[in-house]
Nanobody, 127 residues
Framework: QVQLVESGGGLVQAGGSLRLSCAAS????????MGWFRQVPAKEREFVAA????????YYADSVKGRFTISRDKAKNTVYLQMNSLKPEDTAVYYC????????????????????WGQGTQGTVSS
């Protein structure tokens, strides 16, 4: 059974940091693009960051550029999102996703290009 399981969410004060992890099981995702998205109630899920299968191509939403870093450990079949200088507006449920149709250097910001999704982890930033 293919699964993506996020962890690392929690409550942190503004200016603090969280490190999210997304562990894959059931198959290897190491050759495919992975992405992080987030969603707040009554809003659409939005793109946060993505990393290619090659791991040397990354892309970030403007709202998180310079504060968040996406990375991956292929040996552990895990993707990370390091979130620094957090703001209250970063409060959301964070989801990781895998794009199994991606080529080696490709990544996508579009939700509908991702095939597998985790269940999400809540990140809350207090002011």
């Amino acid at each position: 059974q293919v699964q993506l399981v996020e962890s690392g969410g929690g409550l942190v004060q503004a200016g603090g940091s969280l490190r999210l992890s997304c562990a894959a099981s059931g198959r290897t995702f190491s050759n495919y693009a992975m992405g992080w998205f987030r969603q707040v109630p009554a809003k659409e899920r939005e793109f946060v960051a993505a990393i290619s299968g090659s791991a040397d191509n990354t892309y970030y939403a403007d709202s998180v550029k310079g504060r968040f870093t996406i990375s991956r450990d292929k040996a552990k079949n895990t993707v990370y999102l390091q979130m620094n200088s957090l703001k209250p507006e970063d409060t959301a449920v964070y989801y990781c996703a895998a794009d199994l149709r991606s080529s080696w250097y490709h990544l996508s910001v579009r939700l509908n290009e991702y095939d597998y999704w985790g269940q999400g982890t809540q990140g809350t930033v207090s002011s």
